[in-house]
């Protein structure tokens, strides 16, 4: 795998996005160009190169009171952490499902219940629901199900240490 060259768009505001584009060539000696995207916080410091190519659709960031208490939460239901640069953390469920934490600057408060009416979904993956219930209970996390839907998935719903509500589902 070559790199090609980093890149870093600015944007308005607090964060600006960081680009990288890199060269995969795979088993079939194919060769495709891949962007990672990333939004990395204007401190004047040069965005960490980003370890991990990836075709990224689509992503969510939550906005976490205690950044190490979130990651230790998101690590132990099975998130893998893929780029640490505060105040933005990185993790990723099943190699796909991107979830940034960020720690707002001090002078912005997070009051009242965070997401409300919000499920910020994932594909359970080969463990199923009841693995991930199992970890989010032992993690003394709110449990809800699992339950089947009508629309033919089994699903359970963690809350997490900022009162984000996630749902992991699996075909029923």
Not at 11 to 35: D, Q
Not at 122 to 141: E, N, P, Q, T, Y
């Amino acid at each position: 795998m070559s790199s090609g060259e980093d890149s870093t768009v600015p944007r308005r505001g607090f964060f600006r996005i960081a680009r990288e584009t890199r060269l995969v060539t795979n088993s079939a000696g194919r060769t495709k160009a891949l962007t990672c995207v990333a939004p990395v916080h204007c401190s004047g410091q040069t965005a960490a190169p980003m370890d991990k190519p990836q075709t990224m659709r689509s992503f969510v960031k939550l906005l976490v009171t205690d950044a190490q208490a979130s990651v230790s939460f998101y690590e132990g239901l099975g998130f893998e952490r893929i780029a640490s640069d505060p105040p933005i953390l990185r993790l990723q469920w099943g190699g796909e499902s991107d979830v940034y934490l960020v720690s707002p600057p001090s002078s912005l408060k997070l009051e009242g219940r965070k997401g409300m009416g919000v499920l910020v979904g994932f594909r359970a993956g080969s463990d199923g629901v009841d693995a991930v219930a199992a970890k989010a209970a032992a993690l003394g996390a709110h449990v809800e199900g699992p339950t089947v839907q009508p629309w033919y998935t089994r699903e359970v719903v963690v809350t997490d240490p900022d009162g984000y509500r996630l749902n992991f589902i699996e075909p029923a």
